[in-house]
């Protein structure tokens, strides 16, 4: 299999910079998603296998409590979702966050972010011998189009299915072509079912799907996809800053993921679905967290500090997150895999 580690984080840096000037109002946002999350109904079996949770939780965040699976060890938000959720999700403007204002932001970001993604995966399939210039490729959960957009700067043939219709429409204003279509939350899985794409991908929003199985039994169902590319958030060091530092603005736990993947877990799921592993980056910004924590609680008291913080991280992030990443202990993986049927 084809293994990569590690990501440059000086163009991250940049676009998340909003994340450190802005921290009350993020974690503001955050905490109003969590109340919402609050809201749902109790989470009794682990998204991933079914298997029935513990009483006992693992860790808590942000006033959260997550519980791990005592099977394939995936770590769960105290709370299912529905719909309903997503719908008060998008209404809170948590979006916003994602959105650039800009053709040129828009590009940058997409660049930063969702290029190097899009790059593997040619890569990937080209190391494989595939031939994929001839295929077609559907993002599930688009959002704004980044990596349909990133796709397309690569010659291929893409388009995506997103649940938020102003993200849709935002989209397609930046990608100056209707590649992107809006679909209820229930349709999605039909969708998938009667896509003719003989990739599909999911960047970033599997830990956002609560119906695991009907999602993977349309995939291993539809004869015409071949291939699935997904990035999916991890538990990882990032998890655990956040739970230490409340006062900070918190990426993944705390209601703005519901679940998140552990190397079981994410062992499970291919295993389970016959999804044959091809190749996998593991990258994350847990370096970048710790920094964004230290740098905001210094600033409470000593600019001076905060400044010596910026300096010390911003020159050795990358070699901090390589360690991270190679101990697979980073906040995201990223997998080819081929369907086998």
Same mark, same amino acid.
């Given at each position: 299999?084809?293994? %990569?580690?590690?990501?440059?984080?000086?163009?991250?840096?940049?676009?998340?910079?909003?994340?450190?000037?802005?921290?009350?109002?993020?974690?503001?946002?955050?905490?109003?998603?969590?109340?919402?999350?609050?809201?749902?109904?109790?989470?009794?079996?682990?998204?991933?296998?079914?298997?029935?949770?513990?009483?006992?939780?693992?860790?808590?965040?942000?006033?959260?409590?997550?519980?791990?699976?005592?099977?394939?060890?995936?770590?769960?938000?105290?709370?299912?979702?529905?719909?309903?959720?997503?719908?008060?999700?998008?209404?809170?403007?948590?979006?916003?966050?994602?959105?650039?204002?800009?053709?040129?932001?828009?590009?940058?970001?997409?660049?930063?972010?969702?290029?190097?993604?899009?790059?593997?995966?040619?890569?990937?399939?080209?190391?494989?011998?595939?031939?994929?210039?001839?295929?077609?490729?559907?993002?599930?959960?688009?959002?704004?189009?980044?990596?349909?957009?990133?796709? %397309?700067?690569?010659?291929?043939?893409?388009?995506?299915?997103?649940?938020?219709?102003?993200?849709?429409?935002?989209?397609?204003?930046?990608?100056?072509?209707?590649?992107?279509?809006?679909?209820?939350?229930?349709?999605?899985?039909?969708?998938?079912?009667?896509?003719?794409?003989?990739?599909?991908?999911?960047?970033?929003?599997?830990?956002?799907?609560?119906?695991?199985?009907?999602?993977?039994?349309?995939?291993?169902?539809?004869?015409?996809?071949?291939?699935?590319?997904?990035?999916?958030?991890?538990?990882?060091?990032?998890?655990?800053?956040?739970?230490?530092?409340?006062?900070?603005?918190?990426?993944?736990?705390?209601?703005?993921?519901?679940?998140?993947?552990?190397?079981?877990?994410?062992?499970?799921?291919?295993?389970?679905?016959?999804?044959?592993?091809?190749?996998?980056?593991?990258?994350?910004?847990?370096?970048?967290?710790?920094?964004?924590?230290?740098?905001?609680?210094?600033?409470?008291?000593?600019?001076?500090?905060?400044?010596?913080?910026?300096?010390?991280?911003?020159?050795?992030?990358?070699?901090?997150?390589?360690?991270?990443?190679?101990?697979?202990?980073?906040?995201?993986?990223?997998?080819?895999?081929?369907?086998?049927?």
């Amino acid at each position: 299999m084809i293994n %990569k580690f590690g990501k440059p984080m000086g163009n991250i840096l940049k676009s998340k910079e909003t994340f450190f000037i802005e921290n009350d109002k993020h974690l503001q946002r955050n905490n109003a998603v969590r109340d919402v999350y609050m809201r749902q109904g109790r989470r009794v079996v682990c998204v991933v296998c079914s298997s029935p949770l513990l009483e006992s939780h693992y860790i808590t965040s942000h006033g959260l409590r997550y519980f791990m699976c005592e099977v394939c060890r995936h770590v769960n938000g105290e709370f299912r979702v529905d719909g309903s959720f997503y719908e008060q999700y998008s209404e809170i403007g948590y979006t916003e966050i994602y959105k650039s204002p800009s053709l040129d932001e828009y590009r940058e970001r997409m660049i930063a972010i969702y290029t190097p993604k899009a790059q593997f995966l040619v890569d990937a399939l080209e190391e494989c011998g595939v031939p994929y210039e001839n295929y077609s490729f559907l993002d599930v959960g688009a959002g704004s189009g980044y990596f349909v957009g990133a796709l %397309k700067d690569l010659g291929l043939n893409a388009s995506g299915i997103e649940i938020s219709q102003p993200q849709v429409s935002y989209g397609n204003i930046m990608l100056g072509a209707e590649l992107l279509k809006a679909v209820p939350p229930d349709k999605i899985v039909d969708e998938i079912s009667s896509t003719n794409c003989q990739v599909v991908s999911i960047i970033g929003v599997l830990t956002g799907i609560e119906d695991m199985h009907s999602f993977f039994n349309a995939i291993k169902q539809n004869s015409n996809i071949q291939f699935v590319f997904f990035n999916v958030q991890m538990f990882s060091l990032s998890c655990i800053i956040e739970s230490v530092f409340p006062e900070v603005y918190n990426r993944q736990l705390g209601g703005t993921l519901t679940h998140l993947f552990s190397r079981s877990s994410l062992e499970w799921l291919c295993s389970h679905y016959s999804l044959n592993p091809l190749a996998e980056w593991c990258f994350g910004t847990d370096i970048m967290d710790l920094y964004r924590s230290f740098w905001v609680m210094a600033g409470q008291s000593s600019k001076l500090l905060q400044a010596d913080i910026a300096n010390y991280f911003v020159e050795n992030a990358d070699a901090l997150q390589l360690v991270v990443d190679k101990s697979l202990f980073g906040g995201e993986s990223t997998l080819l895999v081929e369907v086998s049927r």
